[in-house]
DNA sequence: TTGAAAGCGCTACCAC
DNA sequence: GTGGTAGCGCTTTCAA
């Protein structure tokens, strides 16, 4: 059996105390409108809230307003290095209007998602920042919102339904492509996550637009990531270098750090060395990937302004906007450290 | 302005539809009163609420039944890597309870923890689940907990107000030392993080236990870290390098992973190398430990668990539990990894 | 400037 | 097995 909490101080308690009405101490408590109430009284009302230990019921409150101050943040993996810096802007954005932050996670399961969507629409959170959303989700998400915004964070949908503010994956791909194209490889690959990521989606665009128009090679394939972990980029990387010699890529771009992390493993494993036989670009800029073994080249990302956009659409939102600007996308940003080196002479380049 | 959701299906909607009263349908939609109500009338009310789209609203439930199926968790910084697995623990434990996270951050001020609880406390939330506390904030929590039932995690405050869940980090502490005094090191140094925070405290106590036991020596000095970060674990370690040869350490505990990544790259700056010249401990086992350079040695927390003790321990108060039982510290294990390798011959050593 | 009354949506209790 | 009533703690009219 749950007790319940007894004995607290309530407004009406207050309001006894310092010898006027309920009303009027709500009045004088709420710094929007202590104007309403004299000066004497307002000062004596503060005093004796503050004798008695006063703390107003956000609960009574949120039922009477219709409004609850809790913005619901659904992402897929809380342990996502992204995820904090992007709670993090989430948070100071809403600070000054004494909003709360009420967590879920995805894993990315529809179900889940679901489930989730609908816990936040009963607990009346006023809107809901999605930062897991999987093409395909689109029905889930417009059932489970019922009336909540929703803004997309992240990951967008192909819909259009929902304002959304994302990074340019397309961009960060097209960085990463680039850079190994200049350094002069031939046979380039990608560790793929899945494409209902739109995250991933924008950075296999990206790559293959500069391998559109380059006369390197893209011997990819038909290999995705399972899941974007070490393991995954292992599995994949080694398969990679098990082909013949004129398939093996002399450089990887991987769809983040774990996976390039994942590839760095095969390639030693394999007696090979990074960057000296292969070249491995990863995303995210995870916290450690300065310090790993090659240092790792990786995109960074403005995530925690990313956080703070988002959390500003949903304000603009709620005040009431009638349609919010488009967001552009967030460029990011090229780091280039020690995985990543020119391209060794190559056998097919000498051969030509 | 910002406007108030409106055309909400309430209650009373699907009663009036269903033809019964709204009692009715509250029985009838609760799982645990559903057996007072007539099968019929129940499937009828569940039939019309699905048609109507009828959700709870549990603003006004809250309110009515004292509880808010809300916990708060306080952390110091969402960054943190073993704050993912944690929140999964709480999460996981919670889910069949159907309780839900919100979440605040305290980067480690204690005006800002005050402010935090004070904000939980106005929800409402059922309990809250404190891993910010530092030696100092007892006044801090005892006011601003006010009735709210603490359950302290990770850390704990000397006090003995609050139940706690915690790691053996005097263990860790052992472990970490001990590794090394087995490899042959004589001279030792911790890169030790604020003695505040109990776990700090306790892995500082267990290393000198091991180090009272040996002939080997404490070369730590008074150094403490300002923040754990990898910049403080440069700094601090460039600082032990430069001393006079004989208390320069061959071997350095420091208290999080980031200090020791600190550590490991000051070494190199200087020249000298790891595990060859310097070894180093690590603590807490990072995402990417194991693919640092050099892989990190490192002692690994069952944070996961200990989300979900922690969780069990709010779940047994809120069952109305007079007293819960102390829990046990939960026993960390050394992951031993490539920064660290047998003393070189040492001068002190070979002179004696 | 303050008070009185009503009601947000729900559930506990008591009657029938 | 079901209905009626009251009330959780607050804010918002409206009236004085």
Redesign the interface.
């Known amino acids: ?5 007894e ?2 101080t309530t407004l009406k308690d207050v309001a006894e105390r310092a010898g006027v009405h309920a009303a009027t101490v709500s009045r004088a408590l709420d710094p929007a409108r202590q104007h309403l109430v004299n000066a004497k009284t307002r000062e004596k009302v503060r005093v004796v809230a503050e004798e008695l ?1 006063y ?6 409150q ?2 009477r ?4 101050g ?1 913005v619901g943040v659904l992402v897929a ?3 996502n ?1 992204f ?3 992007l ?2 802007g989430i ?1 100071q954005e809403f600070r000054t209007h ?1 909003a ?6 995805t894993h990315d399961d529809s179900q889940t998602l679901a489930t989730a969507l ?2 936040f ?4 959170v006023d809107a809901v920042i999605l930062t897991a959303a999987l093409q395909g989700d689109e029905p889930q998400v417009r059932d489970a919102a ?2 909540m915004p929703v803004v997309l964070a992240v990951r967008t949908l192909p819909s259009g339904d929902w304002p959304s503010v994302t990074h340019d994956d397309v961009l960060g791909g097209r960085l990463a492509a680039q850079h190994l194209v200049d350094l002069g490889h031939r046979r380039l690959a990608q560790l793929k996550g899945s494409s209902r990521n739109s995250s991933f989606l924008g950075r296999s665009t990206g790559y293959e637009s500069v391998m559109a128009t380059t006369t390197a090679r893209d011997v990819t394939g038909d290999v995705i990531a399972s899941a974007p972990t ?1 393991e995954e980029g292992f599995r994949l990387t080694t398969m990679l270098l098990e082909r013949d010699e004129k398939n093996v890529p002399t450089a990887i771009f991987a769809h983040n ?1 774990q996976l390039a ?1 994942g590839a ?2 095969a390639i030693k494993e394999r007696g090979l060395r990074c960057p000296d036989d292969l070249s491995v670009v990863g995303y995210n800029d ?4 300065g ?5 790792l080249t990786t995109v960074r990302l403005p995530t925690w302004e990313l956080g703070r956009q988002a959390a500003h659409v949903v304000i603009e939102i ?3 906007a009638e349609s919010v600007e488009p967001t552009p996308p967030l460029p990011p940003e090229l780091i280039v450290r020690g995985s990543t080196a020119p391209a060794a002479v190559d056998a097919e380049l000498a051969s030509s």
Chains 1, 2 share one sequence.
Do not use: C, F, Q, Y
């Open positions: 059996m749950i007790t319940r909490r004995n607290e230990g703390r107003v019921n956000t609960v009574a949120s039922l307003k219709g409004l609850t809790l993996d809380v342990a290095p995820v904090a810096p709670l993090r948070e004494g709360m932050l009420i967590i879920a996670e609908d816990n629409a009963k607990r009346r019922g009336g070490v750090d992390v760095i493993a995870s916290p450690l990937a310090h790993l073994d090659p240092p709620l005040g009431g």
